[in-house]
């Protein structure tokens, strides 16, 4: 295996690209609007803008290309954590193998299906499976997770689509965790600064790079055609990691055909027991994460961009109108701890501790159209063909109505109140659907909603 990312390359060309003049960054954002794309070198001018004024500029830009392909919805999900037991040293994680000594969980099928239950009962469809490295975590395990999870109702409501946040296997057990019906496999390769990811990861099957930055790969070859990227914001220079993920991007672009479905930034935040995360080796000013979000949504316009809560809600607020297409809510890294009160240690400190509710009725009341849809998945819209309509931005006309109709079942089912505050906005929606058949037929299941059909999709 070949190291695809040239730190030579990326380090050049940041420094090809300092102090850019105005005229150029306004030449690369008009470039950035016609949804093709940016080049590393245009990204890097970008990064290398210290201008406020022409700064605006660029986020103003990143919010226009998110509405021209997906519209003003937000998806919505949440993390379900199935064990914090890991045989990896990574010294910047609350789960690494010499940080926890009391305290370690690996949920069994009772606890997954309480779990799910407890998250179904606050109106999520969308989760994230994740699991620090243990050889108990494997595909028997996860498969029955998997399935625990998909055959778990709660009243009105069950989890539509499973995301896999998991270590990196082979592709034969990766065709089997394809063959669970997953949506995207998700994985993150932290930093892609050779040396610092060997003086971060110390010990365990994570210290192997190569193995980690190929895992997207393997997954493709087993026929996961949806998979997401991402860099732990503050392991390493802002800047090099995202001109990183912009190769990551192109190297499955020009493999496989397809692009990552979703890109990730969490910013290093405190953990348990882990000194580094309290004082990151490069630390993320809130200004700098504004310009990582908005110069990537620009760059790679199709993908979807995921913001956690380790930011807090007020700052959160504030991304959600750069570029930010995926949100989680009402978060919790310990495992089991939707369901009880148990003690474990958990992953990072979540920092927007406000309720699935809370987030939702915020985004409501701010414009934006709260989503669980899970549309594309289960329709066949995943990887190339995704891509063809997400590319030009046709894909908004399903993400639209498809949206409309999962904040409607959430709000029949979760939050009547919230429902009538803002059935207002309902209508306003639907009326500017822009195809006139599909806004009929969006206005006819609505009406089935609240009849009680429900899962109704395009």
């Known amino acids: ?231 732990l914001f503050g392991l390493y220079n802002y800047k090099f990691e995202v001109l990183a993920l912009l190769f990551h991007a192109m190297h499955l672009e020009d493999t496989f055909g397809v692009g990552p479905h979703t890109i990730s930034v969490p910013r290093l935040e405190p953990a348990q027991g882990s000194d580094i995360a309290s004082r990151p080796p490069s630390p993320v000013s809130d200004n700098e994460l504004k310009k990582i979000i908005a110069v990537l949504r620009l760059a790679v316009p199709y993908t979807g961009i995921i913001l956690s809560t380790r930011e807090n809600a007020a700052l959160r607020d504030e991304l959600f109108y750069l570029g930010v297409s995926q949100i989680s809510a009402g978060s919790r890294t310990v495992p089991g701890s939707y369901s009880s009160d148990k003690e474990a240690q958990g992953q990072f400190t979540v920092s927007d501790e406000r309720s699935l509710s809370e987030v939702i009725e915020e985004l409501a009341t701010s414009g934006f159209i709260p989503s669980f849809c899970t549309s594309c998945y289960r329709s066949g819209r995943t990887g190339e063909d995704f891509m063809e309509l997400a590319k030009p931005g046709e894909i908004k006309n399903f993400c639209q109505p498809n949206a409309l109709l999962t904040f409607e079942e959430y709000l029949l089912d979760y939050n009547p109140k919230l429902a009538q505050k803002i059935k207002a906005l309902i209508t306003s929606e639907i009326s500017k659907i822009p195809d006139p058949n599909v806004r009929k037929l969006t206005s006819s299941k609505m009406e089935s909603l609240i009849q009680g059909e429900r899962d109704l999709y395009f």
Do not use: W
């Open 1 to 231: 295996m070949k190291n695809f990312i040239n730190e030579d390359k990326i380090f050049d060309i940041l420094g090809e690209t300092q102090s850019p003049s105005r005229q150029r960054v306004k030449t690369i954002i008009n470039k950035s609007l016609e949804l093709n794309g940016l080049s590393p070198e245009d990204a890097a001018v970008l990064l290398n803008c210290e201008d406020d004024v022409v700064l605006n500029s660029v986020f103003t830009a990143a919010k226009q290309i998110k509405e021209s392909i997906y519209g003003n919805r937000l998806v919505l999900f949440a993390p379900l954590y199935l064990s914090n037991r890991c045989v990896n040293n990574c010294l910047y994680c609350g789960f690494s193998k010499d940080n926890l000594n009391t305290g370690t969980r690996l949920l069994d099928t009772n606890e997954i299906r309480e779990e799910t239950k407890a998250l179904i009962s606050q109106g999520h469809k969308r989760l994230l499976l994740v699991s620090a490295e243990d050889p108990a975590v494997n595909i028997d395990y996860l498969e029955e997770a998997i399935k625990t999870v998909y055959d778990t109702r709660e009243g009105n409501g069950n989890i539509r689509r499973l995301n896999v946040n998991v270590a990196p296997m082979g592709v034969k057990d990766f065709k089997r965790l394809k063959g669970t019906d997953i949506g995207t496999y998700q994985l993150f390769q932290e930093t892609y600064h050779n040396n610092t990811y060997t003086t971060l990861h110390s010990s365990g099957p994570k210290s192997d790079y190569l193995k980690r930055l190929y895992a997207c790969d393997l997954a493709q070859n087993a026929g996961i055609d949806d998979v997401g990227i991402g860099a």
